[in-house]
């Protein structure tokens, strides 16, 4: 018995360790009857007059539950649960410390033209890639715009803007990584692409150890309105 209640003990602790909570901050008074679709990063120029509040929403966690996506996910869930299909970055804290993360979105309810206005506001023919998420962690990536070598630090992200008519190679993990041909396109939406777990679903994928680049890395799409978000959240590589 006495076994029993301490295993009992641990899977509760651990449960806490790894948890975690959604806050409702504040809501609108207006109820929605219908799921929300979308959930699109508005731009900094978008004017939230024009759309409808719909909560402020805190995601809080520990370890893998603490990550930027992880967060974003869970926000996002309950937000579009409650007719939301948009959202503004409020505010983000980690405390090292204790490896607790947690995350602010004002969410938003707007119309077809209303969302059309928003994505017309964010930039195009650009490419973003990501490393890791912590700027504390040594862990660098590589890769190859066309032929020539980048290396980005874990925390910062890469911008590469294509010219008229221009077509680029992305390339990583060499000859058993994977390879993507982006081409230029009037009016074409932003492309976020990760060269790690991050970014990718709900959670923070593993990628090798602290100081070490993995020599087979995979390009991976991740989902643009995560990418808006991660942008203000990480630094520009030097």
């Not at 806050?23 to 990063?41: H, N, V």
């Not at 974003?72 to 939301?84: D, E, H, L, R, V």
């Amino acid at each position: 018995m006495r076994n029993l209640i301490l295993i009992c003990l641990l899977l509760s602790s651990a449960h806490l360790i790894f948890s975690q909570t959604t806050e409702i901050l504040q809501r609108s008074d207006k109820q929605y009857t219908k799921k929300g679709k979308d959930f699109a990063c508005l731009n900094a120029a978008t004017d939230t007059a024009a759309l409808a509040f719909v909560a402020r929403i805190k995601a809080t966690g520990k370890k893998n539950k603490g990550g930027i996506q992880s967060l974003y996910f869970t926000i996002q869930t309950k937000a579009k649960s409650m007719g939301a299909n948009a959202f503004q970055l409020q505010e983000f804290i980690r405390n090292d410390s204790t490896d607790e993360a947690s995350l602010v979105l004002d969410t938003y309810y707007g119309t077809d033209d209303a969302l059309r206005a928003n994505a017309g506001q964010h930039d195009k023919n650009i490419i973003i890639i990501f490393g890791g998420e912590k700027s504390g962690e040594t862990e660098k990536f590589s890769f190859k715009v066309n032929s020539d070598k980048k290396v980005i630090k874990s925390g910062t992200f890469f911008r590469y803007s294509l010219k008229e008519d221009e077509e680029v190679k992305i390339s990583a993990g060499g000859l058993t990584g994977s390879s993507m041909w982006f081409k230029w396109k009037e009016n074409k939406p932003a492309t976020f692409l990760t060269l790690s777990g991050f970014g990718v679903g709900g959670g923070n994928a593993p990628t090798g150890p602290a100081g070490v680049s993995s020599k087979t890395r995979q390009l991976n799409f991740v989902d643009a309105n995560l990418g808006y978000l991660l942008i203000q959240l990480l630094r520009p590589a030097e």
